[in-house]
């Protein structure tokens, strides 16, 4: 008799601090015995009737499609790429035309494939947010106003317009009527006395058929649509009114996520499935597993306090930064190239290129804070409730996914859009 005790208060001491904890914790989120579980017919008494099982060790929670920053370790690369930049711009701009636009051609990729995957759903924003952009705005704004001084481009192209209107005033002489005198008084039908003023000034100058599009009034020899500067300059100008459409589009939807409720976020971890029903925390919140069984994870929806921020910080940032550039557009535009500050030159995007920098500092620091702690709304300890073959609780504790965790998120985020081709032969939505 002595023998079959002693492995039933084993058996007691293993089970007794497992039960203790599992019915303090419903005793104190008031929880009862009768109430259904995740929308199944199992109810929370029939799942105390068998033993609570241990997780053997933590396991990690990471974020769904779209629910990470941009992972530090991307951060980190991209201040490697720019900082130096920014002070070869403020110094030797010319240096790094070809550095500049390659990494606003970058980052415009980068975010126009995050506006098109996530659809701005505000859950999302932390893939989609357009505050990268500023950098990148101030650096097409130096390459286009700088290059178009240095390159005297606006000249230029007032000289080739005005070449262009000569050589068509020639091609009309060159159809006025033969018997017609080239004189003060000759009058081509159809071209008012001004027009006709200027083609006999063209006569008198060039002679009466030999036009050149040479002039000593050109500011360049080599003609415009020769220099290649000209067609950088376009670029940059097309590269900056699309960084400014991007950032007024994401600023758009920004706002309008601020004006609505606290969105619900997805986090999955590999315990909650398969044949998980329903996740209890130490809070008592109760959260219904959604069962992924292509991704190996089940994953349940948390209050997105994150996402709700970073809406605000999108919003007032983006706004911001349209005002920043619209400063360094005027530095470019009314100061002149001489003047200086403390030695600094002032015809430079300061406001643009300081706060590309600081902003991307706070995407660090946020990325390496987010992919290392839980996301508010949910404790590290927590009762998962499956049904394989009968109701069982397991208990358990999570921990962040770490760098792994976000990169998963932002990349999945990033290019969901692709479907098949991203995600191979099954689709995840």
């Given at each position: 008799?002595?023998?079959?005790?002693?492995?039933?208060?084993?058996?007691?001491?293993?089970?007794?601090?497992?039960?203790?904890?599992?019915?303090?914790?419903?005793?104190?989120?008031?929880?009862?015995?009768?109430?259904?579980?995740?929308?199944?017919?199992?109810?929370?008494?029939?799942?105390?009737?068998?033993?609570?099982?241990?997780?053997?060790?933590?396991?990690?929670?990471?974020?769904?499609?779209g629910g990470a920053l941009l992972p530090w370790v991307y951060t980190i690369i991209v201040i490697i790429i720019?900082?130096?930049?920014?002070?070869?711009?403020?110094?030797?701009?010319?240096k790094v035309q070809t550095w500049s636009l390659a990494a606003s051609v970058m980052t415009l990729a980068v975010?126009?494939?995050?506006?098109?995957?996530?659809?701005?759903?505000?859950?999302?924003?932390?893939?989609?947010?357009?505050?990268?952009?500023?950098?990148?705005?101030?650096?097409?704004?130096?390459?286009?106003?700088?290059?178009?001084?240095?390159?005297?481009?606006?000249?230029?192209?007032?000289?080739?317009?005005?070449?262009?209107?000569?050589?068509?005033?020639?091609?009309?002489?060159?159809?006025?009527?033969?018997?017609?005198?080239?004189?003060?008084?000759?009058?081509?039908?159809g071209k008012t006395s001004d027009e006709n003023t200027q083609v006999q000034e063209i006569r008198n100058y060039?002679?009466?058929?030999?036009?050149?599009?040479?002039?000593?009034?050109?500011?360049?020899?080599?003609?415009?649509?020769?220099?290649?500067?000209?067609?950088?300059?376009?670029?940059?100008?097309?590269?900056?009114?699309?960084?400014?459409?991007?950032?007024?589009?994401?600023?758009?939807?920004?706002?309008?996520?601020?004006?609505?409720?606290?969105?619900?976020?997805?986090?999955?971890?590999?315990?909650?499935?398969?044949?998980?029903?329903?996740?209890?925390?130490?809070?008592?919140?109760?959260?219904?597993?959604?069962?992924?069984?292509?991704?190996?994870?089940?994953?349940?929806?948390?209050?997105?306090?994150?996402?709700?921020?970073?809406?605000?910080?999108?919003?007032?940032?983006?706004?911001?930064?349209?005002?920043?550039?619209?400063?360094?557009?005027?530095?470019?535009?009314?100061?002149?190239?001489?003047?200086?500050?403390?030695?600094?030159?002032?015809?430079?995007?300061?406001?643009?290129?300081?706060?590309?920098?600081?902003?991307?500092?706070?995407?660090?620091?946020?990325?390496?804070?987010?992919?290392?702690?839980?996301?508010?709304?949910?404790?590290?300890?927590?009762?998962?409730?499956?049904?394989?073959?009968?109701?069982?609780?397991?208990?358990?504790?999570?921990?962040?996914?770490?760098?792994?965790?976000?990169?998963?998120?932002?990349?999945?985020?990033?290019?969901?859009?692709?479907?098949?081709?991203?995600?191979?032969?099954?689709?995840?939505?």
């Open positions: 008799m002595a023998a079959l005790r002693l492995p039933a208060l084993i058996l007691l001491c293993v089970f007794f601090p497992c039960f203790s904890s599992a019915s303090a914790s419903f005793d104190l989120c008031s929880l009862n015995a009768s109430d259904l579980i995740g929308g199944t017919n199992i109810t929370w008494g029939s799942v105390l009737n068998v033993p609570i099982r241990e997780i053997g060790g933590s396991s990690y929670l990471r974020p769904d499609i720019h900082l130096p930049v920014v002070v070869i711009r403020v110094v030797r701009w010319q975010t126009v494939q995050g506006y098109a995957s996530t659809k701005f759903v505000p859950e999302r924003v932390l893939t989609w947010t357009p505050l990268l952009l500023i950098i990148d705005a101030g650096s097409m704004a130096q390459v286009l106003f700088l290059i178009i001084e240095d390159r005297k481009l606006l000249s230029r192209l007032r000289y080739a317009l005005r070449s262009a209107k000569k050589a068509e005033a020639v091609v009309l002489l060159d159809a006025a009527p033969p018997e017609q005198p080239y004189g003060a008084h000759w009058s081509y039908q060039q002679g009466a058929r030999g036009f050149s599009v040479s002039d000593p009034d050109s500011p360049e020899d080599t003609p415009i649509l020769k220099d290649d500067s000209f067609y950088v300059a376009i670029l940059a100008f097309l590269l900056l009114a699309t960084v400014i459409v991007l950032q007024i589009l994401g600023l758009d939807q920004a706002v309008r996520g601020v004006r609505g409720s606290t969105p619900l976020v997805a986090w999955c971890c590999p315990v909650f499935q398969p044949f998980g029903i329903a996740v209890l925390d130490a809070s008592c919140a109760i959260y219904p597993i959604d069962q992924n069984f292509v991704k190996g994870v089940g994953c349940i929806l948390v209050p997105g306090v994150r996402q709700k921020t970073w809406l605000q910080i999108t919003a007032g940032g983006t706004a911001l930064g349209l005002i920043l550039e619209a400063v360094d557009i005027c530095l470019l535009t009314f100061v002149q190239t001489t003047t200086r500050w403390q030695g600094i030159k002032m015809r430079r995007p300061l406001c643009s290129m300081c706060g590309g920098l600081i902003v991307l500092g706070m995407v660090l620091v946020y990325g390496i804070s987010y992919a290392s702690t839980l996301p508010p709304g949910i404790s590290d300890q927590i009762w998962v409730v499956q049904n394989a073959d009968e109701p069982t609780l397991w208990e358990g504790e999570l921990i962040a996914a770490g760098l792994r965790g976000a990169m998963i998120g932002w990349n999945d985020g990033i290019f969901s859009a692709w479907r098949t081709a991203y995600y191979g032969s099954s689709i995840v939505q």
